[in-house]
DNA sequence: TGCCCATTAAACAACA
DNA sequence: GTGTTGTTTAATGGGC
């Protein structure tokens, strides 16, 4: 009986290859069309008794794939017994309504679809022979088969047979498409995995890496979620891939907040008719899609790439999937770090309402405006950590008003402007997360002339050629190792423009120097301090990161960042005493070279040999935070902390809240 | 709204 | 002639 319901199933289902329609419509029509056109002469039509078995099968086929998942062997199937593959419990939970021959070939994994299909078949040759030829031999059953049931049931019975081939092609297919992936050797269990779980893997600086690890795993796993076959437990918060896939209304995802994420992460590379000069995917002459790095001379040709070799299909919309996954997180995120910033204002006795301290994409998320933030890109002050960058870190100019791709990526439209502002803390941001700025293509939330003062300074002469200058940022950042001609002549353009930058002729040739002198002079002589520090603070990232729980695989790059990050802030000097700590946080903090240096040679990474002493002379940190500069933050935050936050309306109202942050 | 600043692009010259 | 280095100008866009 199972037998027979289940071949049904698959032969019902089988014979709409093009999708989900037709079955559903089926089923939820309450009629099926061979209502009215079968046979209605009291006896069952085999229309009808085509819905009934598949019924049953649609019972059977749960049944089975219970038994699969729960280690049940099939009371009907030694072949299936014999395959250890195991089907998601959840699979077992779908509507008999969604299964397709394409949804088998997705939902199960090619060892399932092995044992299935050959359960199908000894089932269907069993009921061959029993109810028609039962002296045949197999091999000739299915010739004669096929005679006699086109004589009873019409063409209802060769279809089965042609499912079968089907399925069998459609197993190949997909054993094929995994090969491709590089899945072969992939576990059963493998293909469904939580796509939390994937995200967890996410490591900012990993991600682009990951994401073509991934990208093939969630093949699979995306393929259980189409049509509403979610593995996950939320349902609710997965998206439903109709037929059509990538739809508009998928990025629509109900956040935690009751916000609707309008979102399109990664819209249908296929429905991009768009071949506007710039695609959201497209960028430096490579292909942005994640995973994808892909060189495209031009746009024409993106385009060519972009529908050839990420089309709609299943690597496709996990991708997708997997990138709304990640958005998603970082909203969440997001209006979690929101949060936890409005308590610690509302603690410092600040206007937690009040959203400028830090940029406005930390408060978009509890004004209720993630849309807002999308365009806005990720907090400028944020070197887009890696969970940013939990992607394929691509920066996205004039980048869409889609978070994906410029959150993510980091690079969005940051204003330098600001990022000069916040991000003078150069030192420090570059010591504590360089590999990340080195691994990532993230471009870095530093001005050029900060950048170029930073590695000048961090040179053991504190001059460099320009040669030299270009290989710093190439070396320090891999944002900077393509569009060369861009950020080359960016550098030397300010090296010129800036008085800040002296050349001299060496010996070798000519070199830059930097006057540090004119170099303060050209900075704002008020800024807010510990502001933007904090908005580039390590411990910030390192909060998002580990909140959104880039656990497990990038657990090496959390471990190290968090480190580097509290290094800064857990020295015992800090812990211990809290004069020692404003001491020595203004040592710290409060010169990009000075800082950086004693930062990042404790790091024993970054920064090229060059002593505390050494910049020592050279750097005259006692001079610079008599300027109230980005770099004497961290004196005024401590002072106006030891002060009782006395200035609840100031802007420095912000420099308080970093330290007690970092501190806890 | 205007100014300032950063970025980007480009033209041009000098030089190796 | 080519590529690099250096200077300068202009356009653009965001922040204040």
Redesign the pocket.
């Known amino acids: 009986m199972m037998v027979e319901s289940a071949t049904e199933t698959i032969r019902t289902t089988s014979s709409n290859q093009n999708g989900v329609s037709s079955l559903s419509s089926q089923s939820e029509g309450g009629g099926r069309e061979g209502g009215s056109n079968g046979d209605t002469n009291g006896e069952i039509s085999p229309v009808d008794l085509l819905h009934l078995q598949q019924q049953q099968a649609l019972q059977a086929a749960r049944q089975f794939l219970l038994q699969q998942a729960t280690g049940l062997s099939s009371p009907s199937s030694n072949e299936v017994k014999q395959s250890p593959v195991q089907v998601p419990v959840s699979m077992a939970m779908m509507t008999p309504q969604m299964i397709t021959p394409q949804q088998m070939q997705q939902i199960l994994s090619p060892p399932q679809l092995q044992a299935l299909l050959q359960q199908q078949q000894a089932l269907m040759l069993q009921q061959v022979t029993y109810t028609h030829t039962p002296s045949h031999s197999v091999s000739h059953t299915q010739h004669t088969q096929s005679k006699r049931w086109r004589n009873r049931l019409g063409s209802k019975q060769l279809a089965f047979q042609q499912q079968l081939i089907q399925m069998q092609q459609l197993q190949q297919q997909h054993i094929l498409n995994l090969q491709r992936q590089g899945l072969v050797g992939l576990q059963p269990g493998q293909g469904a995995v939580p796509i939390q779980s994937l995200q967890q893997a996410m490591c900012p600086t990993d991600l682009q890496q990951l994401w073509k690890d991934v990208a093939s795993v969630q093949s699979a796993e995306e393929a259980i979620k189409h049509e509403g076959l979610d593995l996950s437990t939320n349902s609710s918060n997965s998206t439903s891939y109709s037929a059509s896939k990538v739809s508009p209304q998928i990025p629509h995802h109900p956040l935690p907040n009751g916000q609707n994420s309008v979102h399109t992460p990664k819209r249908d590379s296929s429905t991009h008719e768009e071949h506007t000069a710039s695609h959201p995917l497209y960028g430096h002459g490579e292909c942005k899609w994640p995973g994808c790095e892909a060189l495209c001379e031009d746009m024409g040709q993106f385009i060519k790439h972009l529908n050839s070799e990420h089309a709609l299909d299943d690597r496709s919309t996990a991708q997708c999937r997997v990138q709304m996954q990640v958005v998603q997180q970082l909203e969440i995120q997001l209006a979690k770090e929101s949060e936890r910033l409005q308590a610690m204002m509302t603690h410092l006795h600040m206007r937690p309402s009040e959203p ?1 301290p830090f ?2 994409p930390l408060n978009l998320a509890s004004s209720g405006s993630l849309l807002k933030r999308d365009s ?1 890109g990720f907090p ?1 002050g944020l070197p887009h950590p890696p969970t940013s960058a939990a992607t394929p870190i691509t920066p996205l ?1 004039q980048g869409p008003s889609v978070i994906s791709s410029s959150s993510l990526h980091g690079v969005g ?9 916040f991000c003078t803390p150069i030192a420090s941001e570059l010591a504590q997360n360089c590999e990340f700025y080195k691994n990532a293509d993230v ?1 870095p939330p ?6 170029i003062r930073h590695a000048i300074l961090e040179s053991p002469d504190r001059q460099l ?3 030299e200058i ?1 290989n710093w940022f190439t070396r320090m950042f891999a944002y900077f190792r393509r ?1 060369t ?6 550098v ?7 008085k800040c ?1 002296v ?1 001299v002729e060496n010996v070798k ?4 120097t930097v006057d540090e002198v004119e170099y303060q002079k ?3 002589p008020k800024m807010t301090g510990l502001q933007d520090t904090l908005r580039v603070s390590p411990t910030l990232v390192k909060n998002m990161i580990s909140g959104l729980g880039f656990g497990s695989l990038n657990a090496s790059y959390q471990a190290a960042l968090a480190e580097s990050s509290l290094s800064l802030l857990n020295s015992p000097t800090l812990v211990n005493n809290s004069t020692g700590a404003s001491l020595n946080m203004l040592h710290v903090g409060h010169d990009d070279v000075s800082s950086t240096v004693e930062q990042v040679n404790s790091n024993g990474s970054c920064s090229p040999g060059l002593s505390p002493q050494q910049y020592g002379h050279h750097v005259h940190v006692k001079e610079e935070p008599a300027e109230m500069e980005e770099d004497s933050r961290p004196v005024s935050l401590i002072a106006s902390v030891t002060q009782n936050l006395s200035m609840p309306g100031d802007e420095r109202d912000m420099d308080e809240e970093l330290p007690t942050e970092e501190l806890e």
Do not use: C, M
């Open positions: 400028k940029n406005q806005e400028e100019r439209p940051i204003r330098r402007r600001n990022s000069d502002k471009r530093f001005t050029y002339a900060s950048l050629t320009l040669n270009y569009n001609a861009t950020w080359k002549n960016a030397r353009h300010n090296l010129s423009l800036h930058f050349r040739g000519a070199v830059w050209r900075r704002p």
